[in-house]
């Protein structure tokens, strides 16, 4: 026994001295159950009960190259300490320089964690207390998991500092508020009613949420200032009826705002930019996804897991194009059913929208897709695609080459407009019983060359309208009086004319249409018949892609703003030239200007404005509005 003794003793020692900051080594410590808290792992007194824990401290830890962990503890029942342990080298992605899981009642205290990816990992456990810790880490600092409410229940101070920030954990508020901390890790669990608001959460762990209903994430900038190994900016788990508005969401090395088993949420005005994926719903169902932006993500929304009725609506995408040359996916709906995407605006994407293998019965409406790869991409059957302006693509709409992995059957393509594509829609030898119903080819062909091309089979064409081709309709009622066939494909009951004001022409075909008065310089008026654009995805989209052989006919488009501001407008992907004019709160025009078609100039008043109204070129001087003329309000539900 003497030898045993003696070396107690001597470990005790050597805890002192770590204290001191000359630590003894070990290598890593790896605990699977009670009977695994030894010497040999490091345990220098205790014997597992509340009265006396176990204790593991003072070791310098150098965690070897390969090696997941620093110390592991795992299944135990026992209270235990680690105390003052020094570790270093945790580097493995899917490790950490401490996890603790399925244990109950430990102590994490004084330990310094350095030249690691990960730093502590607490997984399906209960009242673990975790203070005075110092982590130096350039992953994640602290990562807590479980399934259910209990399992984030830990005393976690705000003594434990991430890379030289407080870490900030909060379980069980109930009606509170967190305003204006900064921090590199905010998690708050089990709560109610809190409202998290004003903060800063950049470089970390960003802001987790688990079990959290009712509440409110507003105003608060997540993600990345540098090239840092983080995950998410913001995590949603098991989290419900929440409303995320007015954020600033960037640089996430994956995920901007990641929802998982989340429903009944609200996303709502927030900013995504250059994340690698902005928003991803994975089995989380009933979330809305509106009036947000996208900037440079890789893939701005990506629905997945077997999501449900979720809707992404009237959302601003721009993809652009990365430093390596590819552009980025717009939306995708992956393993996913029963979902709306509609009225949203795309542009500079490799792939607009997909519909993946597995997704089925979406409905994919009214959105305004321009300027990209592809428009649209269709693996999956028995979705709906309507309404949508699909422009200036290689390729409109595609379904791609499965292989025979996967057939796209029963998909619906309604009262879709396609126009400056390379090719406006083809479809594969794996595609069956598709129907294209009333869709707007605004020209079938190019140079001779055909534009539209169905390789499926059982494909049902009616009532579609094939640009630039002679349909006969002696009967004057609209439609073909004899089928009209381009290659294999054979419309029964072709379209013979358009009336471009009554068609759905993605996000513009939603807008209310009313007719507003300008009084003139003279004292005189002038009535004129407008769309009005009040949500931004409405504003942003205007007349971008918009076909030249449509503006014959269809309204104008007024702007309205919620206050005064000096703004700009662009003309890159508008294929005409447009009169803008701009008025004041008051109605008082303060400038006007022809814009020039695809031009890259940014146009603008002397002063601020809080209306735009955009005519086809040459309006504003036929209907003699010009100085001194007067917006007659209201001119909305204002």
Request: hydrophobic letters at 40%; proline letters at 3%.
């Amino acid at each position: 026994m003497r030898p045993a003794r003696i070396f107690v003793w001597v470990l005790i020692a050597l805890a002192g001295i770590a204290i001191a900051g000359f630590a003894a080594q070990r290598g890593p410590i790896t605990i699977l159950g009670n009977a695994d808290f030894t010497e040999e792992n490091g345990v220098l007194s205790g014997s597992g009960t509340p009265e006396d824990p176990y204790v593991i401290a003072g070791w310098e830890i150098g965690v070897p190259p390969g090696d997941s962990y620093g110390v592991y503890i795992e299944n135990v029942t026992a209270p235990f300490v680690l105390r003052g342990l020094i570790i270093d080298g945790a580097g493995e992605l899917d490790g950490a320089a401490i996890r603790i899981g399925f244990a109950s009642g430990g102590v994490i205290e004084n330990c310094t964690i350095g030249s690691s990816l990960n730093g502590i990992e607490i997984a399906s456990s209960t009242d673990v207390t975790v203070r005075n810790n110092v982590l130096y880490v350039y992953g994640r600092g602290l990562r807590v998991t479980g399934e259910s409410p209990d399992e984030y229940r830990h005393t976690i101070e705000q003594t434990n500092q991430l890379n030289n920030s407080p870490i900030h954990y909060y379980h069980g508020l109930d009606g509170a508020r967190i305003e204006g901390i900064e921090t590199r890790h905010l998690t708050v669990a089990a709560s109610r009613d809190v409202t998290i608001i004003g903060n800063s959460l950049l470089d970390g762990d960003g802001l987790h949420l688990a079990f959290v209903t009712d509440s409110a994430v507003t105003a608060n900038v997540a993600g990345r200032n540098s090239n840092v190994m983080t995950d998410d900016a913001i995590e949603f788990y098991r989290t419900e009826r929440v409303l995320v508005t007015a954020n600033l969401i960037k640089n996430a090395r994956l995920v901007g705002l990641k929802l998982m088993l989340s429903s009944g949420n609200e996303i709502r005005g927030n900013y995504f930019g250059v994340d690698d994926t902005g928003i991803r719903l994975i089995a989380s169902d009933r979330n809305r996804i509106v009036g947000n932006e996208f900037l440079g993500c890789y893939t701005a929304v990506w629905l997945v897991g077997g999501s449900q009725e979720n809707r992404v609506e009237g959302n601003i995408v721009v993809g652009k194009v990365s430093a390596d040359g590819d552009r980025r996916q717009g939306i995708v709906v992956d393993l996913a059913s029963g979902n709306w995407i509609v009225e949203n605006a795309l542009t500079e994407c490799e792939i607009g929208i997909t519909l993946a293998a597995e997704a089925t019965e979406n409905t994919i409406a009214d959105n305004t897709v321009v300027a990209g790869g592809y428009g649209i991409f269709v693996s999956g059957s028995h979705n709906e695609i309507a309404g949508n302006l699909v422009t200036q693509h290689l390729r409109g709409i595609l379904f791609p080459e499965t292989f025979g992995q996967s057939i796209a059957r029963g998909n619906r393509m309604i009262a879709n407009v396609l126009s400056i594509n390379g090719e406006h829609l083809r479809t594969n030898l794996d595609s069956d019983a598709n129907v294209f119903r009333e869709n707007v080819f605004l020209d079938a062909k190019r140079d001779g060359a055909t534009l539209i091309f169905d390789y499926g089979t059982n494909g049902v064409w009616s009532a579609n309208y094939w640009g630039g081709e002679t349909i006969d309709d002696e009967d004057g009622d609209g439609y073909g009086d004899s089928p009209f066939a381009l290659g294999p494909i054979t419309d029964d009951s072709p379209m013979a004319s358009l009336e471009p004001a009554e068609l759905r022409v993605g996000v513009l075909g939603t807008l209310p249409t009313k007719t507003i008065q300008i009084e003139r310089g003279d004292g005189s008026t002038v009535e004129i018949e407008t769309l009005i654009a009040e949500a931004g995805s409405q504003r942003w989209t205007g007349f971008r892609g918009f076909p030249s052989s449509l503006l014959d006919g269809f309204p104008g488009i007024l702007f309205a703003f919620d206050a005064e501001a000096e703004l700009r407008f662009t003309m890159v992907t508008v294929p005409f030239d447009l009169d803008i004019a701009f008025f004041d709160a008051s109605g008082e025009l303060v400038g006007s200007s022809t814009m020039t078609a695809f031009s890259e100039d940014l146009y603008t008043a002397t002063g601020p404005f809080q209306y735009a109204l955009e005519l086809a070129s040459g309006a504003l001087e036929d209907l003699s509005i010009g100085e001194g003329a007067t917006l007659l309000l209201p001119v909305t539900g204002e």
